[in-house]
């Protein structure tokens, strides 16, 4: 079974550091990778999409990805406390229609 | 960034009612809809997958004669969650996809269930 996996925290950082949310995936055809923001209540908000190996960068956020390790990352420099949410992993299936979603890490960004 | 919207944001029912959400791309063709629900600090639990003109995909465990989807054109998918229970009182959230799986899934508000 295809499975994402991430920490469920909570992650607390103080304000103004880096936060560092992991994910890990198991299917190994998976091709895109795609990190969401919830906030309590409210539906995922896309922030991020990587398809290559390397770093990407938007602003505050980098997001990582290394396709021999599995393994998927997101950088928040800066951490504010309006970053406090719910951060969901989600990668494709490789032969599939949909994405699997990771549990989600919980990061509280402490003032 | 595209935008889905869903209607109603909230909804109280009684038990027994039948209870339709709709679901719709605001300025792209979605040829894929999915439609997820979530309960209280838990996870995404993704219930079904639609196509425009054919037939949901349900997920193992989704009652597809309980919650009934229609995605009858590229802008529009309904869900239908027919004689409610208490226990479907939940989170339920659209996304929508313009393409291939490599493209981004966009999120609607979702909708707030409770069923008395």
């Known amino acids: 079974q295809k499975e994402v996996e991430q920490n469920s925290g909570p992650l607390s950082v103080p304000e103004g550091a880096i936060a560092s949310l992991n994910c890990t995936y198991s299917?190994?055809?998976?091709?895109?990778f795609f990190w969401y923001r919830q906030y309590s209540g409210k539906s995922p908000e896309l922030i991020m999409f990587?398809?290559?190996?390397g770093d990407k960068e938007d602003g505050r956020f980098t997001a990582q990805l290394n396709k021999a390790s599995q393994y998927v990352s997101l950088l928040i420099r800066d951490s504010q406390p309006s970053d406090s949410a719910t951060y969901l992993c989600?990668?494709?299936?490789?032969?599939?229609?949909?994405?699997?979603f990771g549990p989600g890490t919980r990061l509280s960004v402490l003032p | 960034g595209a935008v889905v919207s869903q209607h109603p944001s909230r909804v109280i029912c009684k038990s027994g009612t039948s209870v339709k959400i709709e679901c719709r791309s605001l300025?792209?063709?979605?040829?894929?809809m999915f439609w997820y629900r979530q309960f209280p600090k838990q996870s995404l639990m993704l219930m079904a997958t639609?196509?425009?003109?054919?037939?949901?995909?349900?997920e193992q465990g989704v009652e597809k004669d309980k919650f009934l989807i229609n995605h009858a054109s590229l802008t529009l998918s309904t869900l239908t969650v027919t004689s409610a229970h208490p226990e479907d009182s939940s989170f339920y959230i659209c996304?929508?996809?313009?393409?291939?799986?490599?493209?981004?899934?966009?999120f609607g508000p979702g909708t707030r269930l409770l069923v008395l």
């Open positions: 300025d792209f063709q979605a040829t894929t």
């Open positions: 989600a990668v494709n299936e490789a032969a599939g229609q949909n994405f699997v």
């Open positions: 639609s196509n425009e003109g054919s037939k949901a995909t349900y």
């Open positions: 996304s929508a996809r313009a393409g291939t799986v490599k493209e981004t899934q966009y």
């Open positions: 990587i398809y290559s190996n």
């Open positions: 299917d190994r055809g998976s091709q895109s």
